[in-house]
């Protein structure tokens, strides 16, 4: 069965620094999603992506972060200056269409701890 | 805006015993709902959803869910609790006209399952 893959699965950073979550969604899916939990938090939606626009972003998603397209596969999550606070679980999810009621399949993320 | 609470962040039954993750939703327009579960160190896996169609739901692992409008509440229910279900389980809606089909989470519970 398809799944949505991401890398890496841990990474450890020094406040400051710029990461870039990798995600591969699956394959003929169109919409793409990151979301991040912090630690005992609810799930919190950072972005949507749809034919190479972000179709919405939330409160969350300032100037630091960016999402890219690169090639047909991957789906990049970039935080150019990571502050303590973007600790957290981030998620990638991907659907094969819009529409309220579609599924959305989660990879099992990237655990980031910014020191 | 849409949200959605889930009481109880812990809940504990014995194995054998019915399992009732509760659910209630906020929304201004007709909801789509879901049900996630997330086993230790994976992603979010779907066990159900509803789509405006039937009332009562069925997903996987025996789990099934049931929409009242009146109630505003999508509970989660299982007959007979196995040792495997012990995971975290988060309800989401999504459906705002003003929306990207992002979804919005509740908080999560955790299901114990005694032995």
């Known amino acids: 069965e398809p799944e949505v893959t991401q890398t890496p699965s841990h990474q450890v950073t020094q406040m400051g620094q710029e990461v870039i979550l990798r995600c591969v969604p699956i394959s003929n899916h169109l919409y793409f999603y990151w979301y991040r939990q912090i630690l005992g938090q609810k799930v919190e939606f950072l972005v949507s992506f749809y034919n190479n626009e972000i179709s919405e972003k939330s409160e969350i998603f300032d100037d630091q972060f960016s999402v890219e397209r690169p090639d047909g596969s991957n789906f990049t999550l970039k935080i150019r200056s990571t502050k303590l606070e973007d600790s957290a679980m981030y998620f990638c999810a991907s659907s094969s269409s819009g529409g309220f009621g579609k599924t959305q399949y989660f990879g099992p993320g990237t655990r980031l701890l910014v020191l | 805006a849409q949200s959605v609470t889930q009481l109880g962040s812990h809940v504990s039954v014995s194995e054998g015993a019915l399992v009732l993750l509760r659910c209630n939703y906020s929304?201004?327009?007709?909801?789509?709902l879901f049900w996630y579960v997330q086993y230790p160190n994976q992603g979010l896996q779907l066990l159900l959803k509803?789509?405006?169609?039937?009332?009562l739901v069925k997903g996987i692992n025996g789990f099934e869910a049931e929409f009242k409008k009146s109630e505003t509440s999508f509970h989660l229910t299982k007959p007979s609790a196995h040792m495997s279900d012990a995971a975290e389980y988060f309800c989401?809606?999504?459906?705002?006209?003003?929306?990207?089909?992002?979804?919005?989470f509740g908080s999560g519970t955790r299901l114990l399952v005694r032995p």
């Open positions: 509803y789509t405006s169609a039937a009332t």
């Open positions: 989401a809606v999504s459906g705002s006209k003003d929306s990207s089909y992002k979804l919005i």
């Open positions: 929304s201004s327009v007709p909801p789509y």
